[in-house]
């Protein structure tokens, strides 16, 4: 056992009393040469606030003294709730006058004002904290506006979760106000004072082509360009493969191997081929981009992967892990050319079973490259040409496959893609919807198959790696999506049944309201992470599971490609003993980048329909009611999967009353009334890009939603 999970396992120990550092060690039986990690250890698991040290030393859980660490999300209007580590309850409430210091998505250490205790179900009870220490900052810089008074110059944040201004002395360079700049924070040791900072970069006018992707890329601290060293690694790396390296690997290039991606890809991981056996058994070929032949442990390159944590893809560009030599060249399973792959073979009967499975380090010539809609049209349309037999016989077997998983737990969470197509200047010219079609779930079957086995091979073997892990949904949160979906007019059964939860993807399946539920339903599960332990993944339902299939965009891949082919301990690439910190990091480089990536295209989305009300005659769409508030109905496009106001005061043709009771809006007069649940006409009224919102208006007709 890990020497962290050992560490664990005796402080969460109920008959544990506190013990000082040389009396853990004892306890756990630490050799003398690893005392010196050990210390480390515990100076680590205190700076992130997972372990309290006392009065004389002594270590004990934080919830132990009534404290909790986690990460603290902020709302506009100052409150904020802790989003706490390994806490039975719900997320604890933070005042506005009790977040201190703190700033959104710090990491904080929080004092509870009463004691924990579990919700029985249908009971209110918020747990309410005050911030005691900022553990880590979140953020080093932030992007806002820059303004001045008589006095003083300031800045305001573009995030609106960050309440407080920014003073800043007067810029060295003249700067307009009104201007999109970059602030390096100072220490901000008191919140009775506004935080510090001075002006590092001037973006420009916040309408100016560019600047809005550029400030998203500096507010999440993304990176712009490759260190030179990681160049120069790059650029020495000889673009043809050794013949010596050829001749010691498995040759698939007799396969017929192809690749399906988007049309806009550049960087393809993944491509598959099979063998058909004379007794209906497939053999299938999962070959994936061999980036640790390049990037060896420890090596700049490797190096710089790590900190990145993976690409990130905003709406307009791609910020890749890797340089582009690699990402888009060497590492790409691009057609007509050798390529390096480490391959997952398995051998499946006619009905999805997993017969038996095995590991390879390869080198495949691709023969075609598909988009998703070619692959789809072959679906649908059978060629007799050699990639149409291909993939109508790995498609079949997909369906198996993907009927068997279904039939195994796992719940139908795809929902269609809503792509911005940019003009030439940034411009936001057409939003298009991408369905989740067969061709797409060809290739997710097969990687989440390759996933599935590399994972159980790792723990059957007990290889210490990286695994993807989704821990079970809190029964509080499922609970108040069963009464949200109530007043959308969606009776369902008791949701902590995954079965029940199946049952209501089925029935919203196909309808308007489909997408709000699953994304009201994403919002009350627990989010996927990277974890040392195989603890299991709760949406798909599988006991084994981990990430394989993406070395060039995640250092997670690259780093359980090692792992699977390690022969010695030196092959790792990585300290063993640190895995838990580097699931940490790694999960937290994902979310930021997740961020990043919504926030670019909802940028577009709002900058798409603020063109709406410009135009000659406002175009009119379609929206479902998603939830009935006092200030008016909050309605979605399905169609875009964008969110928006309408407030009450918006609604033409009567005064309109709400009524909380009944969580209605109804007209005084007319008696026309609104229901979460419905679908109604609208037009676009205002679009402000600062807060990020849009406020339509309905038309006078409606309609009601049909389950």
Not at 13 to 32: G, H, M, T, W
Not at 105 to 120: I, K, Q, T, Y
Request: net charge positive; hydrophobic share 40%; with cysteine.
């Amino acid at each position: 056992m890990p020497l962290i999970d050992s560490l664990y396992q005796a402080i969460s120990d109920d008959n544990y009393q506190p013990l000082n550092r040389e009396s853990l060690a004892r306890k756990l039986k630490v050799a003398p040469r690893e005392l010196a990690n050990f210390t480390k250890l515990l100076e680590e698991e205190v700076a992130e606030g997972k372990l309290i040290s006392i009065r004389n030393g002594l270590y004990v859980l934080p919830i132990r003294v009534g404290l909790v660490a986690g990460k603290l999300q902020m709302n506009e209007r100052g409150f904020g709730f802790l989003i706490a580590d390994n806490y039975d309850g719900a997320d604890i409430y933070i005042a506005r006058e009790d977040t201190s210091n703190a700033f959104h998505g710090d990491r904080v250490l929080v004092r509870l004002n009463e004691a924990p205790r579990s919700r029985r179900r249908g009971e209110e009870a918020r747990v309410s904290g005050q911030v005691i220490k900022v553990l880590r900052r979140a953020r080093t810089q932030l992007v806002g506006t820059l303004q001045q008074t008589k006095l003083f110059y300031y800045v305001v944040p573009d995030d609106s979760r960050i309440i407080h201004d920014v003073y800043v002395p007067k810029p060295k360079l003249t700067v307009p106000l009104g201007h999109k700049v970059v602030v390096k924070l100072s220490d901000w040791p008191s919140r009775n004072v506004n935080p510090e900072g001075v002006v590092t970069e001037v973006l420009g006018p916040p309408d100016a082509p560019g600047v809005d992707i550029i400030s998203i890329m500096r507010k999440y601290e993304l990176p712009t360009d490759f260190p030179e060293e990681v160049l120069a690694a790059a650029r020495a790396i000889p673009t043809a493969i050794p013949k010596e390296e050829i001749a010691r690997r498995e040759d698939f290039r007799k396969h017929f191997v192809f690749t399906i991606d988007p049309d806009d890809a550049k960087d393809f991981d993944d491509a598959l081929s099979y063998i058909e056996h004379r007794n209906g058994d497939l053999e299938v070929f999962v070959h994936i981009a061999d980036v640790s032949h390049f990037a060896p442990p420890g090596s700049a390159l490797d190096r710089e992967a790590s900190r990145r944590g993976n690409s990130v893809y905003l709406v307009d560009r791609v910020i890749p892990m890797l340089p582009e030599k690699l990402s888009n060249g060497i590492c790409s399973l691009q057609p007509n050319v050798d390529r390096l792959v480490k391959t997952v073979v398995v051998r499946l009967s006619r009905d999805g079973r997993i017969l038996n499975y095995r590991f390879a380090q390869g080198v495949i010539h691709s023969r075609q490259r598909l988009t998703y809609a070619q692959a789809y049209k072959l679906i649908l349309k059978p060629t007799d040409s050699i990639i149409g037999r291909y993939i109508q016989k790995l498609h079949t077997t997909a369906q198996v496959l993907r009927k068997k998983r279904f039939a195994n737990g796992s719940l139908e969470l795809d929902f269609p893609e809503v792509k911005v197509r940019l003009d030439g200047e940034g411009r936001p010219v057409k939003l298009e919807k991408i369905e989740n079609d067969e061709s797409h779930q060809l290739i997710e079957e097969y990687m989440l198959l390759a996933n599935e086995v590399v994972a159980k091979h790792l723990k059957d073997t007990q290889r210490p790696s990286i695994y993807r892990v989704h821990e079970q949904p809190e029964q509080s949160r499922l609970e108040e999506l069963r009464v949200q979906l109530k007043f959308m007019g969606i009776q369902v059964g008791n949701l902590s049944q995954r079965g029940e939860i199946q049952k209501m993807l089925r029935k919203v399946k196909g309808t308007t309201n489909e997408s709000v539920v699953k994304i009201n339903l994403l919002k009350s599960l627990m989010r996927a992470r990277y974890d040392h332990r195989p603890t299991g993944h709760f949406g798909l339902s599988k006991v084994n599971y981990t990430h394989f299939t993406s070395p060039i965009r995640r250092y997670a891949d690259l780093m359980v490609h090692r792992g699977v082919f390690a022969k010695t301990p030196k092959d790792y690439g990585y300290d063993i003993s640190r895995l838990a910190q580097i699931a940490v990091t790694i999960s937290q480089t994902e979310r930021n980048a997740a961020e990043a990536e919504q926030e670019s295209v909802k940028q577009k989305k709002l900058q798409f329909f603020l063109l709406q009300t410009k135009a000659s005659k406002a175009p009119e769409f379609k929206a479902m009611i998603v939830e009935v508030k006092s200030m008016g109905l909050l309605v979605e496009l399905p169609e875009f999967q964008v969110q928006g106001l309408v407030r009450i005061s918006d609604i033409p043709g009567d005064v309109y009353i709400w009524d909380g009771n009944r969580q209605e809006i109804a007209g005084r007069s007319n008696h026309e009334v609104f229901r979460a649940g419905q679908v109604i006409t609208v037009k676009v009224v205002t679009v402000d890009l600062l807060k990020r919102q849009i406020n339509f208006t309905t038309l006078p007709r409606y309609t009601k939603i049909k389950h």
